[in-house]
């Protein structure tokens, strides 16, 4: 019987015919010959493994296949620019984007990191004594003044500051936490996860959405190493609800001596008031709440860069810091320094203007509506017939799993009857030089100012009149 499989498997093009083909109309150019290699040996063998299951079967169409693959192959290359890391137009209106990145740092940040990461920098070493040093007393006196804490601590991630607390309170012990409060984060991470591996036993107590200080103190036992309150960082939670308070959670973790962990989160620093996010408690309000260890990143609503942030009375954050996996989890002299000068704005009293987190939340709809007038205007002469623009009235969120549930009026551009699917149009965008994010309803596309830098409003217009032109969609 004749081995139709085998003669399709025979018939699939070599990487080096795939780079001579690439070659020849110019693709192989602009990326190291390595990983062009890498990028076609990974098409040819998804195409192998394709005819060897039988999902797709050419029977003796040899050249259409072929070219199928040669084609998939130059599209392959044609991407290799959209997989490097690079700054793209946030035109969502999702303040802390977890895909794009969070927080934009300030001015003075990226000042910092330039100036310190290009060369040696007293990271751990004291100037003043001429010896060894500690890292995060870089930023501990900051942190201190900034939420009333007695001592603090950075590690890489709030996830981190969680573990290396539960970790160093109640290694081998219980937790106590409520049931509502068992959240899940990005990526599929879970809570009870980061309390297995912190080396805790679990301990759930209330009902998903009604839990009370005498559930709590029920649950009390010889073997409770810690109690635990968690942020409802990514929804909420509505209708017959109670929760336990966290001043109350102190107190009862007083009276026995147990210590009382609070995972914030957001880690706001400013009155969420001021930001028009009411209900939302700063670091400041935990700390004085009588919590043992405050938890929250620094690259959410603090405006900072990614970074686990512990602060709290000074015995739980020595124990802490002496916790051997505190070196697995220390951050780099880059986000120390970049921490550090943002820190610095809020001790100044500069964050509401130089923190672009803190200024786009406060941004008022007035000055959105000014600029998408204009923008408008601008972009319609570009692009003429091709699209029709408009100011539209939006919605925009904090995002990044603070404010669970808020919304924020906003403003920016509605693109109608540009030629082609909405998703196609996306494409462009994403495929552009800088990639622009915006969001679809339907067959238009949606472009919220909240979140592009008024500085950028002229990039954005050149990357969307170059998308909508494009005749090739």
């Known amino acids: 019987m004749h081995d139709t499989r085998g003669d399709v498997l025979r018939a699939i093009p070599s990487v080096e015919s795939a780079l001579?083909?690439?070659?020849?109309?110019?693709?192989?150019?602009?990326?190291?010959?390595?990983?062009?290699?890498?990028?076609?040996?990974?098409v040819i063998a998804g195409a192998r493994a394709s005819i060897q299951s039988g999902k797709h079967s050419y029977g003796s169409a040899f050249e259409e296949m072929r070219r199928s693959i040669l084609a998939e192959v130059e599209r392959e290359v044609k991407t290799l620019d959209l997989r490097a890391l690079l700054p793209v137009l946030n035109a969502t209106g999702v303040i802390l984007h977890t895909n794009l990145g969070r927080s934009p740092l300030a001015s003075a940040a990226l000042e910092a990191i330039a100036e310190t990461a290009g060369g040696y920098s007293n990271l751990e070493y004291d100037l003043v004594q001429g010896t060894r040093g500690k890292r995060d007393l870089l930023v501990l006196d900051a942190l201190c003044i900034l939420t009333g804490a007695e001592d603090a601590l950075v590690v890489n991630n709030n996830a981190a500051a969680v573990l290396l607390a539960i970790n160093t309170l109640a290694l081998g012990r219980e937790v106590i936490v409520s049931r509502g409060e068992l959240i899940e984060i990005g990526a599929s991470f879970r809570l009870?996860?980061?309390?297995?591996?912190?080396?805790?036993?679990?301990?759930?107590?209330?009902?998903?959405?009604?839990?009370?200080?005498?559930?709590?103190?029920d649950a009390l036992n010889r073997r409770?190493?810690?109690?635990?309150?968690?942020?409802?960082?990514?929804?909420?939670?509505?209708?017959?609800?109670?929760?336990?308070?966290?001043?109350?959670?102190?107190?009862?973790?007083?009276?026995?001596?147990?210590?009382?962990?609070?995972?914030?989160?957001?880690?706001?620093?400013?009155?969420?008031?001021?930001?028009?996010?009411?209900?939302?408690?700063?670091?400041?309000?935990?700390?004085?709440?009588?919590?043992?260890?405050?938890?929250?990143?620094?690259d959410k609503m603090l405006g900072g860069p990614q970074a686990g942030i512990a602060v709290g009375k000074a015995d739980t954050i020595a124990r802490m810091r002496k916790n051997p996996l505190m070196r697995a989890l220390r951050p780099g002299k880059q986000i120390l320094a970049a921490l550090q000068a943002t820190l610095g704005l809020y001790l100044n009293g500069l964050e509401s203007t130089e923190i672009p987190v803190?200024?786009?939340?406060?941004?008022?709809?007035?000055?959105?509506?000014?600029?998408?007038?204009?923008?408008?205007?601008?972009?319609?002469?570009r692009v003429g017939t091709r699209a029709v623009v408009r100011v539209?009235?939006?919605?925009?969120?904090?995002?990044?799993g603070a404010v669970p549930g808020s919304e924020i009026s906003s403003v920016g551009l509605e693109l109608a009857d540009f030629g082609c699917s909405a998703a196609s149009l996306s494409a462009r965008l994403r495929a552009g030089h800088p990639p622009v994010i915006g969001r679809t309803t339907g067959e238009t596309l949606l472009l919220d100012l909240r979140t592009v830098p008024r500085e950028q409003d002229s990039i954005l217009i050149d990357a969307v009149a170059e998308a909508v032109i494009d005749d090739d969609g």
């Open 392 to 400: 539209c009235e939006l919605t925009a969120r904090v995002g990044g």
């Open 224 to 298: 409770t190493g810690a109690l635990l309150s968690a942020h409802w960082s990514n929804y909420s939670i509505e209708g017959f609800v109670e929760r336990v308070d966290i001043r109350d959670l102190t107190r009862l973790g007083d009276r026995w001596g147990i210590p009382v962990i609070h995972d914030l989160g957001s880690g706001a620093l400013v009155d969420a008031d001021v930001l028009k996010m009411p209900g939302e408690m700063t670091v400041g309000e935990s700390v004085s709440a009588g919590a043992d260890v405050v938890t929250f990143s620094g």
């Open 20 to 42: 001579k083909h690439l070659d020849s109309s110019g693709l192989g150019e602009g990326h190291p010959r390595s990983v062009i290699t890498r990028s076609v040996q990974r």
């Open 192 to 217: 009870p996860e980061v309390f297995e591996r912190g080396g805790a036993t679990m301990v759930e107590v209330g009902t998903t959405n009604r839990t009370s200080l005498a559930d709590f103190e």
């Open 358 to 381: 803190l200024r786009m939340m406060a941004s008022s709809v007035e000055e959105l509506h000014a600029r998408s007038g204009d923008a408008t205007l601008r972009l319609q002469k």
